[in-house]
C-alpha cells in the first residue's frame, strides 16, 4: 500500500535516521511539491534543523493517549507525511478525519481513506482542495448520501459522475448536483423534471439551465420554483413573464390530503422522497402503525413530521420526546396533544444536550 512508505519513513525515525534525511526528497511526493505546499515564508523543508523540536514536539502529540491531543497533531498543516500517514490509521475517526481535511495530507494518504469505515471520514475527503476526479469517482457509490452529496458538489467532479448521480435515490444528491455550477446544461435540463420540488428549485436557480428547461419551470406548480426561475440570472423576460403569470395551484398533495386512503398513504410512505413521507408523517389520517414506523425515518424531518402531528398516539411521542434529533424533540414539546409528562421529558431532554 503506498501509505506503507510514509508510516517506513515514520519508523527509521524513530530508529535514528536524522529527520533532514527523511525531509528530502519528500517535496516531489507533495501535490504542488516543494515550497509551494508552504505559506508565509515556510522553507518547505519540515525538518530543517530549526524545526528539529517543533517536529519532535508534533511527533509527541501524534503518539499520546489523548485523542484529543493525536486530534491536534492531525490537524497541524506542518505536520509531516509520515506523521499524518501513522495518524490515518489512528483508532479514533475523528482523528483519521482531521487527516482527510489536512491541506498537507498526500495523495497516497487521501487514497488510503477514501476506503474509511467511518462516513465522516469520507466526507472530508470529499471535500478536501487536494481530492482528484477520480477519488470522486469512488466516491460516487458511497453507501452514506452525506458523502454522495460532497462528491455532487465538487466542482472537481467529471461530468460523468455528476450523470450517474442524476438517478441518485436521495433527492438532497440530486439537489446538489443541480445546484453545481458546473452541472451540464443536458443534466440540468433532466432535473428540471425532477419529482422532488427541492431538485427542480435547485435546477430553477442554476445559470447553466437551459431556456427550455426554465420555460417549462416557470409553469411547474409549486410556486417556489416559480420565484426561483423568475430570479435565474439567465431567465429571459419571457420566461420572467411566464413565471408571473402562472396560476397559484391550490391543489393539496395526496400525502397531506385527509381524504387518502390508508394504501396510498402506505405506498407513499414507502418510497424515496422524504418531503412526501414528511407529508404522511403530518396527516391526521394516517394509520398508527405507520406513524410509529414513520417515527423511526432515517430522515429527521420526517420523523419530527410524525412529533408535530397531534394524532399521534402517546407512547410514540414519548418515544421521540429523546429523539437524538434537536428539532424533533423541540416538535414533541409544541405539540399541543401532548401530555405534560411528555413534554417535561422533551424539555429535559433539550436542556440536558444544551448544557453538553
Not at 90 to 106: F, G, I, L, Q, T
Not at 270 to 298: E, H
Request: aromatic share 2%.
Amino acid at each position: 500500500m503506498a501509505i506503507g512508505k510514509w508510516v517506513q519513513a515514520g519508523r527509521d525515525h524513530g530508529s535514528g535516521k536524522s529527520i533532514q534525511q527523511q525531509g528530502r526528497g519528500s517535496g516531489s511526493d507533495r501535490r504542488g511539491g516543494g515550497t509551494g505546499a508552504n505559506k508565509g515564508g515556510n522553507s518547505g523543508n519540515s525538518s530543517s534543523p530549526s524545526n528539529i523540536p517543533a517536529l519532535n514536539s508534533l511527533i509527541r502529540r501524534a503518539l499520546d493517549s489523548d485523542y484529543k491531543k493525536r486530534k491536534l497533531a492531525a490537524a497541524d498543516r506542518n505536520a509531516h507525511p509520515f506523521i499524518l500517514a501513522c495518524l490515518a490509521m489512528d483508532e479514533e475517526e475523528k482523528v483519521r478525519a482531521e487527516v482527510a481535511a489536512n491541506p498537507s495530507a498526500v495523495l497516497e494518504i487521501l487514497t488510503h481513506l477514501l476506503h474509511d469505515p467511518d462516513e465522516n471520514v469520507r466526507v472530508k475527503v470529499a471535500t478536501s482542495r487536494l481530492v482528484t476526479a477520480q477519488m470522486l469517482e469512488a466516491l460516487a457509490g458511497d453507501s452514506a448520501f452525506a458523502v454522495r452529496v460532497e462528491v455532487a458538489k465538487s466542482r472537481a467532479a467529471e461530468p460523468a459522475v455528476l450523470t450517474y448521480l442524476v438517478n441518485d435515490p436521495s433527492h438532497d444528491v440530486r439537489s446538489a448536483v443541480a445546484s453545481n455550477a458546473d452541472a451540464t446544461p443536458g443534466i440540468l435540463a433532466t432535473l428540471s423534471e425532477d419529482d422532488s420540488p427541492a431538485v427542480r428549485m435547485a435546477a430553477a436557480r442554476n445559470a447553466r439551465t437551459p431556456e427550455h428547461a426554465l420555460e417549462t419551470l416557470a409553469r411547474d406548480e409549486d410556486r417556489s420554483v416559480r420565484m426561483a426561475t423568475y430570479g435565474n440570472p439567465s431567465a429571459t423576460e419571457e420566461v420572467r413573464k411566464l413565471a408571473e403569470e402562472a396560476p397559484i395551484t391550490t391543489k393539496v398533495h395526496p400525502a397531506l390530503d385527509s381524504g387518502s386512503d390508508p394504501d396510498s398513504l402506505g405506498a407513499m410512505a414507502a418510497g424515496n422522497n422524504w418531503v412526501i413521507r414528511q407529508g404522511v408523517a403530518m396527516n391526521k389520517a394516517t394509520p398508527k402503525d405507520l406513524l410509529a414506523s414513520l417515527a423511526m425515518d432515517r430522515n429527521w424531518q420526517v420523523r419530527r413530521g410524525v412529533a408535530l402531528n397531534t394524532a399521534t398516539p402517546e407512547k410514540i411521542l414519548r418515544d421521540l420526546a429523546s429523539d437524538p434529533q434537536r428539532d424533533v424533540r423541540q416538535a414533541v414539546a409544541d405539540n399541543p396533544s401532548a401530555t405534560k409528562d411528555i413534554i417535561d421529558i422533551a424539555l429535559r431532554s433539550l436542556k440536558v444536550h444544551k448544557d453538553r
